[in-house]
T-cell receptor, first 114, second 116 residues
Framework: AQSVTQLDSHVSVSEGTPVLLRCNYSSSYSPSLFWYVQHPNKGLQLLLKYTSAATLVKGINGFEAEFKKSETSFHLTKPSAHMSDAAEYFCVVSEARSSYKLIFGSGTRLLVRP | NAGVTQTPKFQVLKTGQSMTLQCAQDMNHEYMSWYRQDPGMGLRLIHYSVGAGITDQGEVPNGYNVSRSTTEDFPLRLLSAAPSQTSVYFC???????????????FGPGTRLTVL
């Protein structure tokens, strides 16, 4: 069965420094992977998605993620954090053969210090 | 387009009461789903529908009913609320998946439910 593990429940960075949010997945089939962001008291917004085209995926607001099959990882990065990036981030896997069902990681809360 | 809308935004129920959470989308999406979000657990799928008249269970369906009479609406019913159903509920929708394609799911703003 597919699953997602977000390795850090909280990440704290200073404004202007790089962001790394880690995600490992387990999937029986070729996976589709997503990162969603949730700002406080808001719904979820798609940051980026991997669909077996390019392994380096660029998303909105300067975020990108790299799919590494050998490591079963899909880490999210951003070169320079902004205060507005403070939010909760979810790594999500969807089986290619039944992609209606999304499996969410437990989330990583990103804190950005001034 | 309003996207995915949910009502109410907040609700407090007493144990044993029933209620319906409303979800509507104006994007003509075939697929709709309900998730619940609990602290430290991410979102978990409750029920989903791939089109009008078709529904199926997700990961945590017990205590919830759904129906899909139109493409636009997908209400979630709690027949007898329990404190364990205190959560934030999100509705999502997307286009029907074509072979080889991956469609983004659009989420509503959520309903925060408290059961006393």
């Amino acid at each position: 069965a597919q699953s997602v593990t977000q390795l850090d429940s909280h990440v704290s960075v200073s404004e202007g420094t790089p962001v790394l949010l880690r995600c490992n997945y387990s999937s029986s089939y070729s996976p589709s992977l997503f990162w969603y962001v949730q700002h406080p008291n808001k719904g979820l917004q798609l940051l980026l998605k991997y669909t077996s085209a390019a392994t380096l995926v660029k998303g909105i607001n300067g975020f990108e993620a790299e799919f590494k099959k050998s490591e079963t990882s899909f880490h999210l990065t951003k070169p320079s954090a902004h205060m507005s990036d403070a939010a909760e981030y979810f790594c999500v896997v969807s089986e290619a053969r039944s992609s209606y069902k999304l499996i969410f990681g437990s989330g990583t809360r990103l804190l950005v210090r001034p | 387009n309003a996207g995915v809308t949910q009502t109410p935004k907040f609700q407090v129920l007493k144990t044993g009461q029933s209620m319906t959470l409303q979800c509507a989308q104006d994007m003509n999406h075939e697929y709709m789903s309900w998730y619940r979000q609990d602290p430290g657990m991410g979102l978990r799928l409750i029920h989903y529908s791939v089109g009008a008249g078709i529904t199926d269970q997700g990961e945590v369906p017990n205590g919830y009913n759904v129906s899909r009479s139109t493409t636009e609406d997908f209400p979630l019913r709690l027949l007898s609320a329990a404190p364990s159903q205190t959560s934030v509920y999100f509705c999502a929708s997307s286009y029907r998946r074509l072979a080889g394609a991956v469609n983004e799911q659009f989420f509503g703003p959520g309903t925060r439910l408290t059961v006393l």
